[in-house]
């Protein structure tokens, strides 16, 4: 396995802004740390389906079938736009905190994580397509292309962990309701157009 070559790669991919940290921020803000660590988790479980059904062949068959594919994609960017719909919504709403005490579920939290994830076909590229070229093939390579698949899914995880406890120490700047409002809005409208995007990208 070509390791060095591999953690260099998985960082730039981790840090790349998307919609894992987009919908991490809207939870932190809405619903606070545990929220925050919740859909961390969550989208870290999503990333353990594609890459268990990456080491099996199943995404092999999804992307070999472009109406899969197109289904699969769909279903992701119309998950995309409703939770960023949602996010302005709520973030007009007074409801998301009583009395200065955040209401948000994180294992609601943890679900929206989750479908992120998996309804997003481009995940399932990277990990069919890109964590073979640090594998060589041969005997043992479904097993070192798992371990470069949890390698990845633990760098995630530790990212994600350390951007929630981030956001979550701004808080009392972001945390104003005007400020949060906005953030809020800003961060619908992200999650809106990524959606938006998702639907256009090609293979």
């Known amino acids: 396995m070509d390791l060095a070559g591999f953690i260099a790669v998985a960082t730039l991919v981790v840090v790349t802004p998307g919609p894992d940290m987009t919908l991490v ?5 809405a619903g606070g740390r545990p929220s925050g660590l919740a859909t961390s988790a969550g989208t870290c479980s999503g990333l353990l389906v594609h ?14 079938s472009s109406q899969a594919f197109t ?4 279903a992701g960017a119309a998950y995309l736009i409703s939770l960023g719909i949602r996010t302005i919504l709520g973030a007009r709403r007074e409801a998301l905190v009583r009395d200065g005490v955040k209401v948000t579920d994180p294992w609601a939290a943890y679900r929206q994580g989750v479908l992120t994830n998996v309804l997003n076909p481009k995940v399932a ?3 069919l397509s890109l964590l073979p070229q640090f594998v060589e093939p041969g005997p043992g390579f479904t097993w070192r292309l798992l371990v470069l698949s949890g390698l990845f899914i633990v760098m995630g995880l530790v990212w994600l962990t350390i951007y929630t406890i981030a956001l979550h120490a701004a808080s009392g700047v972001v945390g104003r309701p005007r400020v949060k409002t906005f953030i809020e809005s800003v961060t619908g409208c992200v999650l809106m157009a990524l959606g938006v995007r998702l639907v256009f990208q090609r293979r």
């Open 51 to 64: 890459a268990t059904a990456a080491a099996l062949g199943l995404s092999a068959v999804l992307l070999a």
């Open 125 to 127: 590229i990277f990990f």
């Open 25 to 29: 921020a809207r939870n932190t803000f």
């Open 71 to 74: 289904v699969v994609k769909i």
